[in-house]
C-alpha cells in the first residue's frame, strides 16, 4: 500500500460520507446507538463543511480514500472531527498520521488540539493518549453518550 495524504474537497464528500460511516458503525454498535452525528450527517453537510476553509484530510491509497478526518476552528482552539479510517484497513497506523496530518495544518493562532470520544471506548482512548492528547473532562452528548474529551497543546 502506497499512502499520501491530502486536502480534501467537496469533490470527496461522497467517499468521506462512505468512510465515516463504516467506520463508526462499531462505536454505534458499542453504544447502541444508531443516531451517532458521523452516522446522520448528511451529504450536503459535509460537502459544506468541505468548503468552509478549516483544516481536512485524506488518506488516499492510489485514488482510493482509505480515511479522513476534519476539524473545527474556535480562535485558539481546534477540534479535531470525524476521524475515520476504513475498516479494512484500520491497524495499520493511518489514523495516526491523519492525527498528525491535521494536527500539523492547525492555523497559527491554534494554541491547543481537542477532540472527544466515548467514555467507553477503551481503544480509541488508548490511541488517543499514545498520540499525545489528556484527558480534561466528561461530557454527555447530544444523544445522551458519556464522552472523554482530550486535549494537546500546539508546540
Known sequence: MSVHFGQLTPVHAGEVMTIQRAAYLAEARRYGAWDLPPLV????????HLSDGTPSVGAFDGPRLIGSVRSRVDGERMEV???AVAPDVQGGGIGRRLLEAISERAPDEVKVVWL??????DGNIRFYE????VRVSEHLDAVGIRCV???????
Not at 450527517?41 to 459544506?48: A, G, V
Not at 472527544?116 to 471506548?121: L, N, V, Y
Not at 474529551?149 to 508546540?155: A, N, P
Open 149 to 155: 474529551t482530550l486535549e494537546q497543546k500546539v508546540i
Open 41 to 48: 450527517e448528511t451529504l450536503d453537510e459535509i460537502r459544506q
Open 130 to 133: 499514545s498520540a499525545g492528547f
Open 81 to 83: 472531527a470525524r476521524l
Open 116 to 121: 472527544f470520544t466515548g467514555a467507553e471506548s
